[in-house]
């Protein structure tokens, strides 16, 4: 093909492979991050008002040919404007000769692959009980789909809205998933005796940290929102530490001061989801590699090309 094919989320959105295939997927980028088969360099950030950030997230996976990078932005006063805090695009290119070959929005590609690495963790690292989510945003849909197809058929939910969560409920009812959520009346309520605790509240935060009392000794702990509600003290608490770049981890907590006296992960994701997994608590802090987006990204282009999809823009 000659020029580049651009896609909307609407496309995207139909593109997606389904949850079993991107949790697939993303695992074995997580493995090849891990094992140093994959060039990602920490993703370096920029900003142009205080409280925002963007960040380039190039990545090439030799073996497989894929080259790519999202740039993203994450702007929480957007909430005021009526737009959403994060939001980006996607360029995938050829792995040979360079040229871009697809640019996607990266809404609905980056909902779709935080919740399969989250997926990949919980089908390798769950110990049998029940499932809380916080929160009931844009990332609680995506989890509640990939939860559903590893099995999972009730979520406790916690938002500091109830209306949110009574709205996702509805959404999930609608949408015909195999899961039920279960609104929690407290953070407590949700995450106590939790046998896997996802966590999707406003970044930087400080207010919402869970008490480690509340939280089983045997948990597998997903933040998504940093320490937000993970906080040092539940982190220096579990039997792993793990990241799914803790090169990347490292130079992304200087810039989180709210992030406190954070220790640094121990263990890479990807090393866990292939051993068998450890006792004890096991906390696991993705902070969103552009290899994940990458390998869902590049099976987008590639139906969309085989479909015909988006518009060409001719060279």
Same mark, same amino acid.
């Given at each position: 093909?000659?020029?580049?094919?651009?896609?909307?989320?609407?496309?995207?959105?139909?593109?997606?492979?389904?949850?079993?295939?991107?949790?697939?997927?993303?695992?074995?980028?997580?493995?090849?991050?891990?094992?140093?088969?994959?060039?990602?360099?920490?993703?370096?950030?920029?900003?142009?008002?205080?409280?925002?950030?963007?960040?380039?997230?190039?990545?090439?996976?030799?073996?497989?040919?894929?080259?790519?990078?999202?740039?993203?932005?994450?702007?929480?006063?957007?909430?005021?404007?009526?737009?959403?805090?994060?939001?980006?695009?996607?360029?995938?290119?050829?792995?040979?000769?360079?040229?871009?070959?697809? /640019? @996607?929005? #990266?809404?609905?590609?980056?909902?779709? %692959?935080?919740? +399969?690495?989250? !997926?990949?963790? $919980? =089908? &390798?690292? *769950?110990?049998?009980?029940?499932?809380?989510?916080?929160?009931?945003?844009?990332?609680?849909?995506?989890?509640?789909? /990939? @939860?559903? #197809?590893?099995?999972?058929?009730?979520? %406790?939910?916690? +938002?500091?809205? !109830?209306?949110? $969560? =009574? &709205?996702? *409920?509805?959404?999930?009812?609608?949408?015909?998933?195999?899961?039920?959520?279960?609104?929690?009346?407290?953070?407590?309520?949700?995450?106590?005796?939790?046998?896997?605790?996802?966590?999707?509240?406003?970044?930087?935060?400080?207010?919402? =940290?869970?008490?480690?009392?509340?939280?089983?000794?045997?948990?597998?702990?997903?933040?998504?929102?940093?320490?937000?509600?993970?906080?040092?003290?539940?982190?220096?608490?579990?039997?792993?530490?793990?990241?799914?770049?803790?090169?990347?981890?490292?130079?992304?907590?200087?810039?989180?001061?709210?992030?406190?006296?954070?220790?640094?992960?121990?263990?890479?994701?990807?090393?866990?989801?292939?051993?068998?997994?450890?006792?004890?608590?096991?906390?696991?802090?993705?902070?969103?590699?552009?290899?994940?987006?990458?390998?869902?990204?590049?099976?987008?282009?590639?139906?969309?090309?085989?479909?015909?999809?988006?518009?060409?823009?001719?060279?």
């Amino acid at each position: 093909m000659n020029g580049v094919r651009v896609l909307s989320e609407a496309e995207v959105r139909d593109l997606l492979p389904g949850p079993q295939e991107t949790v697939d997927l993303v695992e074995d980028a997580l493995v090849a991050l891990a094992e140093g088969r994959a060039d990602v360099p920490p993703k370096p950030a920029v900003r142009t008002t205080p409280g925002m950030s963007a960040h380039a997230m190039p990545a090439a996976y030799p073996e497989r040919g894929l080259l790519g990078c999202k740039w993203i932005t994450v702007v929480p006063d957007n909430a005021l404007r009526g737009l959403p805090a994060a939001s980006g695009v996607m360029v995938v290119s050829d792995g040979v000769t360079g040229r871009p070959t697809c /640019v @996607l929005p #990266a809404g609905e590609l980056t909902a779709a %692959r935080t919740a +399969a690495v989250s !997926g990949a963790c $919980v =089908r &390798a690292l *769950a110990p049998p009980g029940p499932v809380a989510f916080l929160g009931a945003g844009v990332q609680a849909r995506s989890h509640l789909a /990939v @939860l559903a #197809a590893l099995g999972h058929r009730e979520v %406790r939910v916690w +938002a500091r809205r !109830g209306s949110a $969560v =009574r &709205a996702l *409920a509805e959404e999930s009812a609608a949408r015909r998933l195999a899961v039920r959520v279960l609104a929690c009346p407290s953070r407590e309520a949700a995450v106590r005796d939790a046998a896997v605790v996802v966590t999707a509240l406003r970044p930087g935060l400080t207010d919402t =940290r869970l008490d480690p009392s509340w939280v089983a000794e045997d948990a597998l702990l997903l933040p998504l929102d940093w320490a937000s509600s993970v906080g040092p003290e539940v982190a220096e608490g579990a039997s792993v530490l793990a990241a799914d770049d803790v090169r990347q981890f490292v130079a992304v907590r200087e810039e989180r001061r709210a992030m406190g006296a954070y220790p640094t992960p121990t263990a890479w994701t990807g090393h866990l989801l292939r051993a068998p997994r450890p006792p004890g608590r096991v906390v696991v802090q993705n902070t969103g590699s552009g290899l994940c987006d990458l390998v869902v990204a590049a099976v987008v282009a590639e139906r969309a090309e085989a479909r015909g999809t988006g518009t060409v823009l001719q060279d």
